[in-house]
């Protein structure tokens, strides 16, 4: 039984756990931005390949307490790292703390780094070499006011990197905070959904995928091909074992009204493979018909931190209360921001407000249940 922690954005610990647990997930704890579970191999394969939600998925291989920067060194040189990857695989040291008495993070990098290329000098008589921009071994520290965990990243690249963007868009969102949104919006395949500010198609593409049921990781390789551990056999085996895919008829639309946005979208949804149930069309939220008598809006729209002034936004949240009311009676319309004076704004009263972090930046998923004539509470 091997023991690993799976990071994710901050809001998402509950539905990640319920997503790791179906895939064999045993002993899981949720703690802030992620959930430590125990599990063989095999589940380190499916969670990586299948998970929507997770941002890296680790294998701890050290605990130890410490006090300074040379009590790392001691007990990170004690790991086997030569039994863990070979001397030729490029190397790469991340160390993050909370509440650690250290004064440089950036210090300690550098003596876990040397512990490592160290016990490889000793037993193969030669250091691994470091690259920090494409690493094909990371090592991951985090410490805390006495105990430093040593994990390696069987992920390598952030498991939101799905590999099908070909266009970025303005600030888009992680691709698993998109898929997150989706799932706490409560979709459900057979109703029609909406993005009428689709952007790059972050949301549009998240939600296709799952509906699909395609493995978000099925495009990418992985950390853990390039450790001694790895059985390829095994991860074939996991690869290619079918899973029925959905035959719901879906009806997802998207929208913007920037030309060049759009072109991102429709780049990234074809790059995605979900073009053929994904209608785009230009056009500005404010002048959207519904597509249909009744469904799930979900949005994220702009906010002072990314696309225009606060006084910008006083002018435009009004006017899309107004074109809410006016053209999506009957839906469920979800808005995902850091401004939150927006309910206020629309002059709508969320009928839930779950929150939420895009990075460590505050934010909060609103839902907002539009009825014919008014939407105040009974």
Same mark, same amino acid.
């Given at each position: 039984?091997?023991?690993?922690f ?44 299948w ?22 060194y001691? $007990? ?29 993070l ?20 030669s ?9 094909q071994?990371?090592?991951? $520290? ?12 069987t ?9 099908w ?26 109703e ?6 689709c ?36 991860w ?8 029925t ?9 998207g ?13 990234n ?14 056009t ?5 018909? $519904?597509?249909?008598a ?8 702009p ?69 014919a004539g ?5």
């Amino acid at each position: 039984m091997e023991h690993f922690f799976a990071s994710s954005p901050r809001g998402l610990e509950a539905l990640l756990a319920a997503e790791l647990g179906p895939l064999g997930a045993q002993n899981m704890q949720q703690v802030p931005g992620g959930v430590a579970f125990s599990g063989d191999w095999r589940l380190c394969y499916a969670a990586n390949l299948w998970s929507r939600l997770a941002s890296r998925v680790l294998w701890r291989v050290a605990e130890f307490d410490y006090a300074s920067e040379e009590d790392l060194y001691a $007990a990170a040189r004690k790991v086997d790292w030569p039994g863990l990857f070979a001397l030729e695989r490029t190397l790469r040291v991340n160390v993050s703390a909370q509440k650690s008495p250290l004064k440089s993070l950036d210090f300690a990098t550098l003596r876990i780094k040397d512990a490592v290329c160290d016990r490889f000098r000793d037993t193969v008589g030669s250091r691994p070499d470091v690259d920090r921009a494409n690493p094909q071994v990371r090592v991951h $520290a985090f410490l805390d006011a006495t105990r430093c965990v040593l994990y390696l990243d069987t992920s390598g690249e952030p498991l939101f990197k799905r590999g099908w963007r070909a266009g970025a868009g303005e600030a888009p969102l992680r691709e698993n905070l998109a898929a997150g949104i989706v799932l706490l919006s409560g979709w459900k395949p057979e109703e029609p959904l909406l993005d009428p500010m689709c952007g790059g198609g972050t949301l549009l593409v998240e939600a296709a995928a799952m509906a699909r049921g395609r493995a978000p990781g099925a495009r990418r390789g992985f950390g853990f091909e390039n450790l001694k551990i790895f059985d390829s056999i095994l991860w074939n085996k996991i690869k290619h074992e079918e899973r029925t895919a959905k035959t719901v008829k879906l009806e997802i639309f998207g929208s913007d009204n920037d030309p060049r946005v759009l072109g991102d979208a429709r780049r990234n949804i074809s790059a995605a493979g979900v073009d053929r149930w994904v209608k785009l069309e230009q056009t500005d939220i404010l002048n959207r018909v $519904a597509p249909a008598a009744a469904g799930v809006m979900i949005a994220n729209p702009p906010y002072g931190e990314r696309i225009g002034s606060k006084e910008e936004l006083e002018i435009f949240y009004p006017k899309l209360g107004s074109a809410l009311k006016n053209n999506f009676p009957g839906w469920r319309c979800h808005f995902f921001t850091a401004d939150l004076r927006l309910p206020k704004l629309v002059r709508l009263q969320p009928s839930r407000r779950v929150p939420l972090y895009n990075g460590a930046l505050e934010c909060r998923l609103f839902e907002i249940r539009i009825v014919a004539g008014s939407n105040r509470r009974a």
